[in-house]
């Protein structure tokens, strides 16, 4: 239910919740509404993708066509 998302859930001490996931040793409690919000706030934006250190000419070309394809999606 939608009131459920708003209730307060302890997760133990800092080592505990840093354990789960360190964004929440921010704070003791957590509501599943808040947890959400960081956890689509963390995976869900843009991201990076390093391949510089690729050596082959060709990967990086590929790598780079094929990021571009997906961009455009």
């Avoid at 001490?13 to 360190?22: G, N």
Wanted: glycine share 2%; hydrophobic share 40%; proline share 1%.
């Amino acid at each position: 239910m939608e009131a459920d998302l708003d209730v307060s859930i302890f997760f133990g001490d800092a080592e505990t919740r840093r354990f789960i996931h360190p964004f929440m040793e921010e704070k003791e409690d957590w509501t599943v509404r808040e947890i959400y919000a960081k956890l689509e706030q963390l995976y869900c934006g843009r991201f990076a993708l390093e391949y510089m250190h690729i050596v082959s000419i060709e990967e990086k070309c590929y790598l780079e066509q094929s990021i571009n394809d997906l961009a455009k999606l």
